[in-house]
């Protein structure tokens, strides 16, 4: 199983960014895809999940209103659409993985899930 995020980079507070996550190896369309963040010195969190069918999302309460997050089958990738960035976002974004409840993500532990990609880091300055 292969996860390759990319689109990240050095965008000013205020300012969007789109990530997406290729996935390879496994049946895209029977895994729950979302994306998590890990700022220098902190943990990995929760930003948002999104259902097989791409019809029911989940999101952190920091980044709520601001990022989406979408999936196209046809095509294996999952986006994270980043508007209206600040520099708390600043983080490694990682893409993943599982078949548990896109509801459920928001309170499992990284580790727990099944798959894992390498991550893109999204830098945003003031």
């Known amino acids: 199983v292969q996860l390759q995020a990319s689109g990240g980079g050095l965008v000013q507070a205020g300012g969007s960014l789109r990530l997406s996550c290729a996935a390879s190896?496994?049946?895209?369309?029977?895994?729950?895809m979302g994306w998590f963040r890990q700022a220098p010195g902190k943990e990995r969190e929760f930003v948002g999940a999104?259902?097989?069918?791409?019809?029911?999302?989940s999101y952190s309460d920091s980044v709520k209103g601001r990022f989406t997050i979408s999936r196209d089958n046809s095509k294996n990738t999952v986006y994270l659409q980043l508007n209206t960035l600040k520099t708390e976002d600043t983080a490694v974004y990682y893409c993943?993985?599982?078949?548990?409840?896109?509801?459920?993500?928001?309170?499992?532990?990284?580790?727990?899930?099944?798959?894992w990609g390498k991550g893109t880091l999204v830098t945003v300055s003031s």
């Open positions: 993943a993985a599982d078949t548990r409840s896109a509801g459920s993500w928001s309170g499992m532990s990284y580790y727990a899930l099944g798959y």
């Open positions: 190896g496994l049946p895209f369309d029977q895994y729950v």
């Open positions: 999104i259902s097989r069918g791409g019809i029911i999302t």
